[in-house]
């Protein structure tokens, strides 16, 4: 959906570092989600929003950080990354209870 | 928290075989969605189901709610090599509005 945009698509990044990931959304959905995907857990909520300034925890937060100062966007930082956060990550914008909208994800790899 | 089950985990048929994917809550759903997940793509949706018994059809595929709402299932009829991909079922709640909980998925091969 050329709505949703993820950015980078590919990241390799050290134990240890710092790294966000961006999301940004032009349909001005009230919601944001972030989801991990690995092999054998489909896609586990990390953090959602429900508007701007709003943020919840998901299925799977810790180690992750998310902030939503404007509606269009939801960054997602890794303060410390961890190899157990190599993943791919998905973000999806909604209207509550209406269809996901999915990015094409980023496909993080942490060494 | 809310759990949902789906299976199997993996579907492998031969061209032109039936194919079925069943999902399962514990608690009441206020709707379920379908989505599908091509290799190396993202998740695309592909249907919401609200009302007890609610049967829709998309050309071969069929999906179902059941009459308590608490399971749905995904069926394609004479599977076709496009339809190679996951597919996620994922059910939101009564009482956690606007955030939906995934399946696993299924992971349907298809051979020619």
């Known amino acids: 959906d050329a709505g949703i945009t993820q950015s980078p698509r590919y990241k390799i990044t050290e134990t240890g570092r710092q790294v966000t990931l961006m999301c940004h959304q032009t349909w001005s959905h009230s919601y944001m989600f972030w989801y991990r995907q690995d092999l054998g857990h489909g896609l586990r909520l990390i953090y959602y929003?429900?508007?701007?300034?709003?943020?919840d925890k998901g299925e799977v937060p810790d180690g992750y950080v998310v902030s939503r100062s404007k509606t269009e966007n939801f960054p997602l930082t890794l303060e410390s990354a961890t190899r157990s956060q190599t993943s791919v990550y998905f973000c999806?914008?909604?209207?509550?209870?209406?269809?996901?909208?999915f990015g094409n994800g980023t496909r993080l790899t942490v060494t | 928290g809310q759990q949902v089950m789906q299976i199997p985990q993996y579907q492998h048929v031969q061209e032109g075989e039936d194919f079925t994917t069943y999902c399962n809550s514990s608690t009441t759903l206020s709707n379920i969605q379908w989505y599908k997940q091509r290799p190396g793509g993202h998740p695309v949706f592909l249907i919401q189901l609200v009302k007890s018994g609610e049967v829709k059809k998309q050309k071969r595929l069929t999906f179902q709610f059941g009459e308590a709402k608490k399971n749905s299932s995904l069926h394609i009829t004479a599977t076709q090599t496009t339809d190679v991909g996951t597919y996620f079922c994922?059910?939101?709640?009564?009482?956690?509005?606007?955030?939906?909980?995934f399946g696993d998925g299924t992971t349907l091969t298809v051979k020619p």
């Open positions: 999806a914008s909604s209207e509550g209870g209406s269809p996901l909208h």
């Open positions: 929003s429900a508007a701007a300034d709003i943020t």
């Open positions: 994922a059910a939101a709640s009564n009482t956690n509005a606007g955030k939906s909980t």
